[in-house]
């Protein structure tokens, strides 16, 4: 059974950071991609950022390009998400999830992925 729990979020003035974390349980945490996605209040589920098995492919939101990274620590079993420049329309429930299947990429919509968390708010005060 794979559980992932989020952690890290909160209120945030406009301009500063956050920096979010995952940890999974369950075996064979090194061999999944990893997302991240986001929903804003009346908004669907978008893709924010992913991170592939070997920690060597990263992929971003074009909203989010530039200021946000995503990171894996396979000894942990966590993927972390560091946000900075944060904006107000950043503001959204953050998930993170595993990828469907062993050694391929996730990609940028839901269906790729079977396992979430149950989330952490983000709030950015502008």
């Known amino acids: 059974q794979v559980q992932l729990v989020e952690s890290g979020g909160g209120l945030v003035q406009a301009g500063g950071s956050l920096r979010l974390s995952c940890a999974a349980s369950?075996?064979?945490?090194?061999?999944?991609?990893m997302g991240w996605f986001r929903q804003a209040p009346g908004k669907e589920r978008e893709f924010v950022a992913s991170i592939a098995w070997r920690n060597t492919d990263t992929y971003y939101a074009d909203s989010v390009k530039g200021r946000f990274t995503i990171s894996r620590d396979n000894a942990k079993n966590t993927v972390y998400l560091q946000m900075n420049s944060l904006k107000a329309e950043d503001t959204a429930v953050y998930y993170c999830?595993?990828?469907?299947?062993?050694?391929?990429?996730?990609?940028?919509?839901?269906?790729?992925?079977?396992?979430w968390g149950q989330g952490t708010q983000v709030t950015v005060s502008s």
């Open positions: 369950g075996r064979a945490f090194s061999s999944y991609a």
């Open positions: 999830a595993r990828a469907r299947h062993m050694w391929r990429a996730g990609g940028a919509t839901s269906d790729g992925y079977d396992y």
